[in-house]
T-cell receptor, first 114, second 108 residues
Framework: DAGVIQSPRHEVTEMGQEVTLRCKPISGHDYLFWYRQTMMRGLELLIYFNNNVPIDDSGMPEDRFSAKMPNASFSTLKIQPSEPRDSAVYFC????????????FGEGSRLTVL | GQSLEQPSEVTAVEGAIVQINCTYQTSGFYGLSWYQQHDGGAPTFLSYNALDGLEETGRFSSFLSRSDSYGYLLLQELQMKDSASYFCAHTGRRALTFGSGTRLQVQP
């Protein structure tokens, strides 16, 4: 299996622009997670889906952030408008059952907002 | 609330044994996981404890005490390639919540 695939790997944009991050989970995994990693706040859960349905979005910072999962093989995280404080590495992860404690992470999307 | 505490940095020499501790507070708990992350890389799963006791996987072992809300990761026969950040994470009502990570430096 190819693993969790994220794109883009790097994104540099200007404040106010829309940013869309993409994720393809491992086939057969029912859970998909979006995490954000910064030096100050560590690895934070933003949202997770089960069978394409958002289960917990309480970690989404504000209305500027939105996430969708239109089908089992694709998810997007959108930031509109972006701000410098959104600069971080955004990880997508998938799992067949997170209660096993095992998530499979993608390589991450490093976002820089100028 | 949910929180995990682990030391920010640990230094050890090649061939040694190191233990990274993790204490947690959570209102719902299924188990404790450990992840490794090299600089610039993604977190990768190392181990999971749902029950009290020791789980061994090669050079790595992980321990959990649910009554003490405590766990640790034990790394034996340290190698230079073990230099990385190590995260504990508890599985609960909010899926996986990660600690802030322990940066391990292995010196020759």
């Amino acid at each position: 299996d190819a693993g969790v695939i994220q794109s883009p790997r790097h994104e540099v944009t200007e404040m106010g622009q829309e940013v869309t991050l993409r994720c393809k989970p491992i086939s057969g995994h029912d859970y998909l997670f979006w995490y954000r990693q910064t030096m100050m706040r560590g690895l934070e859960l933003l949202i997770y889906f089960n069978n394409n349905v958002p289960i917990d979005d309480s970690g989404m910072p504000e209305d500027r952030f939105s996430a969708k999962m239109p089908n089992a093989s694709f998810s997007t995280l959108k930031i509109q408008p972006s701000e410098p404080r959104d600069s971080a590495v955004y990880f997508c992860a998938s799992s067949w059952d997170y209660q096993t404690g095992e998530l499979f992470f993608g390589e991450g999307s490093r976002l820089t907002v100028l | 609330g949910q929180s995990l505490e682990q030391p920010s940095e640990v230094t050890a020499v090649e061939g040694a044994i190191v233990q990274i501790n993790c204490t947690y507070q959570t209102s719902g708990f299924y188990g404790l996981s450990w992840y490794q992350q090299h600089d610039g890389g993604a977190p990768t799963f190392l181990s999971y404890n749902a029950l009290d006791g020791l789980e061994e996987t090669g050079r790595f072992s992980s321990f959990l005490s649910r009554s003490d809300s405590y766990g640790y990761l034990l790394l034996q026969e340290l190698q230079m390639k073990d230099s990385a950040s190590y995260f504990c994470a508890h599985t609960g009502r909010r899926a996986l919540t990660f600690g802030s990570g322990t940066r391990l430096q292995v010196q020759p």
